[in-house]
């Protein structure tokens, strides 16, 4: 087989900041309760992971307007699930009444803020190698870093001419010789009026697109090189403005690494 049926349709994006002193009670709640009855036992399951931006990171960060935080340093826990194209619809319903059997249960962790908490459906993807990780895979294959960017299309402006230009022009560009083995490209579903309240709505959905590279070095040591300079460039282009990019490493699971260094 040349092409595998299995394919990957969406993603949950949820990224939290866990109240103070609430760091550990917040980091057991998840990687031992809600990561897997929230989310990873649900129906068309492909993966999951979780990611960490601990405050080096987070001082990389550019963040030149409040789109997706208002603080750079608020947004520490980032938990990435995908799931299977022929399966998304039937997960986002098992998710909606999960989500509300799991608050009833008082199963849910009330110590932590949603920063970013989004469905996204994924376009296309741009690859370094002639014949490296598929998308499927991406987040079983433990990449030592992930950088996330979101790009805001002017309004009235065409985002898919915009993600065109991207695939063909700027992202082969940006990832040949880089550490950047792929950037997987998404773009927003909206939220549903029955998500819980403390979930923030985002009026600009349809004028976003999410960028999601996965690196094969710490993306810490290859900041300024790689990815330092990409919103200005993105900026000069007049095409679409950066409105968030930042860096990730993975959490170490049954562990509390990390959590002492958030802030």
Known sequence: MSDFPV????????????????EVAYNRWYERDHFYAGCLVGPGILSGARFVATRPYKELR??????????????SFLALYFIERSQQDEWGTWGAKEVHRLHKADRMFPHRDHIH????????????DADGVPPELAL????????????????????????????????????????????????????????????????????????????????????????????????????ARSIFAGPFIPTIP??????????
Not at 210 to 225: I, K
Not at 256 to 261: E, L
Request: aromatic residues 10%; glycine residues 8%; hydrophobic residues 40%.
């Open 117 to 128: 908490t989004k469905m996204y459906r994924y376009r296309w993807g741009a690859f370094r």
């Open 254 to 263: 049954g562990s509390d690494t990390y959590t002492d260094q958030l802030s």
């Open 140 to 239: 079983d294959h433990r990449f030592p870093g992930l950088v996330v960017s979101f790009a805001e299309v002017p309004e009235g402006g065409d985002r898919d001419a915009v993600g065109e230009w991207l695939q063909n022009e700027h992202l082969p560009a940006q990832m040949d010789g880089s550490s950047a083995a792929m950037c997987l490209v998404f773009t927003p579903v909206p939220i549903p009026d029955s998500a819980p309240a403390d979930i923030p709505r985002v009026a600009a959905d349809a004028q976003r697109l999410m960028l999601m590279w996965f690196v094969d070095r710490d993306p810490a040591d290859v900041w300024e090189a790689e990815f330092a300079g990409q919103a200005k460039a993105l900026d000069a282009t007049g095409k």
């Open 62 to 75: 550019q963040v030149p307007e409040p789109a997706i935080t208002d603080d750079p340093m608020r947004g």
């Open 7 to 22: 394919k990957l349709g969406s993603i949950l994006f949820t990224l939290v900041e866990p109240h103070k002193g609430h």
